[in-house]
C-alpha cells in the first residue's frame, strides 16, 4: 500500500513538472492557440502598366490592383486613386504611401474593386485629359467592368485634380471623394511658379456647378495648414448655390492635412457610401 502511495505521488510529480515546463517555454495548450482571423475577399493582384498612347507630354504610367476570382455579373467597380503633390516622380512604389492602394487589403469594398493609381510627373500635375484618356483606355480594354460604378478619390494635389476633373465632366464618374483639395492651384502661394514647376489650373467654377446631380463627399481639417479648408468651403457653397443635395462636407476638428486623409480613408464608412452610389440608366 505504501509502495503504490509513492508511486502514485511520483506520478503526479512528474505531471506537474511537465506542465510547469510547458508553460515556462511559452508552449500553449492546443485550446490556448488564438484563432487568426480570415479576410473575407481574396488579395488582389498587382501589376505596372502604362498607357498606351500619349496625352500631350503626358504618358502615364500606373498600379493596377486587380480583385481575385470571377467578377459579379455586371463586372467589377473601378475606383481611380490621385495621389498628393510628394508622390510625383518615376518611383510607381510611392503611390503606395497613402490611400486606396496602401488599405486595399482593409477593406472588402476596396479588395473587389478594380484600383488604378497612375503617378503624376514630377514638375506636372493632374491633367484632366490625360485621366480621362487612362479611364476610357481601361474600360474599352475589358469587358468586365461596371460602367455604372466608376469612382474617383484623392488627396492634396490628387482632391485638385477631382475637383478639376469634374468640373470638367460632371456625369463622368458615379460618385467622387475629394480630401483636403481645392480649385484653382494658383490660389495658394506654394503652387505659383516661382515655387513649383509644370502646375496648369484647368479648374471652372461654372462647370462644377454642372456636377450638383453628383454624389460627392469631401473631408477637410479645419487645422490644415497646406490647403487652408476655406478651398473646400468655397466649392461646397457654389454646388451648394447651384441646388446640390448629394453634397456632404466632413471637418474634422483639430486635424490637419495628413490626419484628414488617414482619418476620412481609415473609416469603413466611407468606402460603404462610396461602393453604394451607382449611375442609373
Not at 490556448?32 to 500631350?56: D, F, N
Not at 506636372?124 to 474600360?139: N, Y
Not at 447651384?242 to 456632404?248: F, L
Request: proline content about 7%.
Amino acid at each position: 500500500m505504501i509502495r503504490t502511495t509513492h508511486l502514485l505521488i511520483c506520478l503526479l510529480t512528474a505531471i506537474g513538472f511537465t506542465a510547469t515546463s510547458q508553460a515556462q517555454n511559452g508552449s500553449p495548450s492546443p485550446q490556448a492557440q488564438p484563432t487568426q482571423a480570415q479576410p473575407t475577399q481574396a488579395q488582389p493582384t498587382e501589376t505596372s502598366r502604362q498607357m498606351t498612347k500619349a496625352v500631350g507630354d503626358q504618358q502615364l504610367t500606373y498600379l493596377q490592383q486587380e480583385p481575385v476570382g470571377d467578377p459579379p455579373k455586371k463586372g467589377w467597380p473601378l475606383l481611380l486613386f490621385l495621389h498628393g503633390y510628394g508622390e510625383c516622380g518615376d518611383n510607381l512604389s510611392e503611390v503606395k504611401r497613402h490611400g486606396p492602394p496602401k488599405l486595399i487589403g482593409r477593406f472588402d469594398e476596396l479588395s473587389g474593386c478594380l484600383v488604378i493609381s497612375p503617378q503624376c510627373p514630377r514638375d506636372s500635375w493632374w491633367r484632366t485629359a490625360t485621366l480621362k484618356a487612362l479611364i476610357d483606355e481601361i474600360v474599352a480594354s475589358r469587358d468586365d467592368i461596371d460602367s455604372s460604378r466608376l469612382y474617383v478619390t484623392g488627396l492634396s494635389m490628387g482632391g485638385y485634380g477631382i475637383w478639376s476633373f469634374l468640373s470638367r465632366h460632371p456625369d463622368y464618374f458615379a460618385a467622387a471623394i475629394p480630401i483636403c483639395g481645392g480649385g484653382n492651384p494658383f490660389n495658394l502661394p506654394a503652387n505659383r511658379p516661382d515655387r513649383k514647376l509644370g502646375i496648369t489650373n484647368e479648374f471652372s467654377s461654372h462647370g462644377l456647378r454642372k456636377a450638383k446631380s453628383l454624389p460627392i463627399w469631401t473631408f477637410h481639417g479645419s487645422e490644415d495648414r497646406s490647403v487652408p479648408i476655406v478651398e473646400t468651403e468655397t466649392l461646397v457653397k457654389s454646388l451648394r448655390d447651384a441646388g446640390a443635395k448629394n453634397v456632404k462636407f466632413t471637418v474634422y476638428e483639430g486635424s490637419g492635412h495628413v490626419a484628414a486623409w488617414e482619418r476620412a480613408y481609415g473609416s469603413p464608412e466611407t468606402w460603404k457610401w462610396l461602393f453604394s452610389q451607382r449611375v442609373e440608366n
